[in-house]
């Protein structure tokens, strides 16, 4: 085991990822994860830091957005989230939920595999690059 920031990593531990098959066909022809956005899930939660109860609801005069909330939606947009279910055994509930009605794949691994065959993200070197405008 090795601990990563206080928290205990199994190297070997049984993990299980679960899709569609036209997820798994998508990752397979790209070589890719698959990496969904945080406002993509149903759960409207999904990604939440704090949910506040017996609130009163909004006054509708003031129902827009502050500056604080748009930024936590935007931040949702732009976190990315693929997910796994750490288990020694198959869940039905997963394969419900992430491999839709009556068929799908279930994906077995390991952190140490995942950890040998993935390569860290890197941005094209011309991300971001400005094209050069020619005069005629």
């Known amino acids: 085991m090795r601990t990563i920031e206080g928290v ?7 993990l299980w990822r679960y899709c ?3 997820r798994f066909e998508w990752m397979v022809g790209n070589r890719r994860m698959y990496f ?3 406002d993509q899930f149903v759960d409207p939660f999904e990604g ?3 949910v506040q109860t ?10 827009e957005m502050e500056q604080g909330e748009r930024a936590f939606f ?8 693929n997910c796994w ?4 055994y198959e869940s039905d509930a997963m394969w419900k939920l992430y491999a839709g009605q009556s068929k799908g794949i279930g994906l077995c691994s390991t952190p140490d595999r995942m950890r ?10 011309d991300y971001g690059a400005v094209p050069s405008v020619t005069s005629i």
Do not use: G, S
């Not at 205990?8 to 049984?14: G, K, L, M, P, S």
């Not at 935007?74 to 989230?81: D, Y």
């Not at 279910?85 to 020694?88: D, P, S, T, V």
């Open 54 to 63: 017996n609130m009163p609801p909004p006054d509708p005069r003031y129902a």
């Open 48 to 50: 939440a830091v704090a």
């Open 20 to 22: 569609t098959v036209e």
């Open 36 to 38: 969904a956005a945080a």
């Open 74 to 81: 935007e931040l949702k947009r732009l976190t990315k989230l």
């Open 85 to 88: 279910h750490r288990a020694e």
């Open 116 to 125: 040998r065959c993935f390569q860290p993200f890197r941005l094209r070197p």
């Open 8 to 14: 205990q990593i199994d190297w070997n531990e049984t």
